[in-house]
DNA sequence: ATTGGTTGTTACTTTAAAGGTAACATCTAA
DNA sequence: TTAGATGTTACCTTTAAAGTAACAACCAAT
């Protein structure tokens, strides 16, 4: 398939609200930044929604951040958007009559559970707040120069 | 895009090299356990030996793993058959005209850095020795019960 | 040397998930 | 009432992976 970039676009989204909060805020607005379409920006908007992290209202453009940005990790947006968590997947057609096609599905699920908890690890330590930092630090360092 | 088991294949592959050393190793063999077809088996054979990591002869069925299973981790493997070895994906068409748009694609590509490296150091703690003894134990405990 | 079987490689088809697009019911606010 | 927004769904397109097949190159045994 595609490389997904819905994570991206997710914390693209959840930025833009806080950094335009007094702007339009409308789907059409967004999905002009994200270079997107307002139908794939509700889409992400409404996941968001379903895991606490968003409030909207219908009929009108006034998206809501609901926790302080320094509570909200990479991991809470990339449970919130991924439809499957996993970095690495086992191939889960194997011979079950061979020593190894029988037994390496478990031994490789419980092997990419240590590195998928490992990566996730890494993700609970990015807040929304620092990413949010990050991209206005390096804008403030494009108009320095 | 369909998820990738190139991975879970390619350690299923040198694992059974290794458990089945004295008996038919042709691809077709292979490709039996792995539920597969010879085909693929020796494209992600013939990755494996561009690392380094296998040693093979046109016209006889004797492939050979070139390291102690113990000196080749999970990395190491991850890295000879994944053709994008980034487990997340910047969205590289956002508009630079705004603040967010300009900005987080240089952000995100810093912090999935971070977390592509934690899951790289855990995927190089895994040996290929382990997990083969682990495909072990568990037969072991099979044939126990 | 011929034969049967194997690898190495490539081209093509099929599959599946992501993203693009559009439509429309529902709601809000002026 | 109306213009414009959201929420949701359905369908199409794109893309990387995996399946399939073919065949030249090679090896080993007879």
Redesign the interface.
């Known amino acids: ?5 819905k ?3 997710a ?2 989204i959840l ?2 609200i806080e ?2 909060h007094d702007d339009d805020l409308s789907s059409t607005a967004i999905a ?4 997107s379409n307002p139908g794939l920006v509700r889409r992400l908007m409404a996941a968001l929604r379903t895991a606490g992290l968003l409030a909207t209202q219908r009929g009108t453009a006034t998206p809501e951040v609901t926790r302080d940005p320094t509570d909200i990790s ?1 991991l809470d947006i990339y449970r919130a958007v991924e439809t ?1 968590d ?6 889960d ?3 079950p009559q ?7 599905q ?3 699920r ?2 990419y559970a ?6 996730e ?3 609970a330590s ?1 807040t929304l707040a620092s ?1 949010i930092a ?3 630090q ?2 403030q360092q ?1 108009t320095q120069a």
Chains 1, 2 share one sequence.
């Open positions: 398939m595609r490389y997904s970039h994570l991206s676009d914390v693209h930025a833009y950094i335009y002009r930044s994200v270079e990479l499957d996993n970095l690495l997947h086992v191939d057609k194997t011979n061979c020593i190894v096609g029988g037994n390496i478990e031994t490789l419980e092997a240590t590195v998928q908890a490992a990566a690890a890494q993700m990015i990413l990050d991209i206005w390096r804008e494009k």
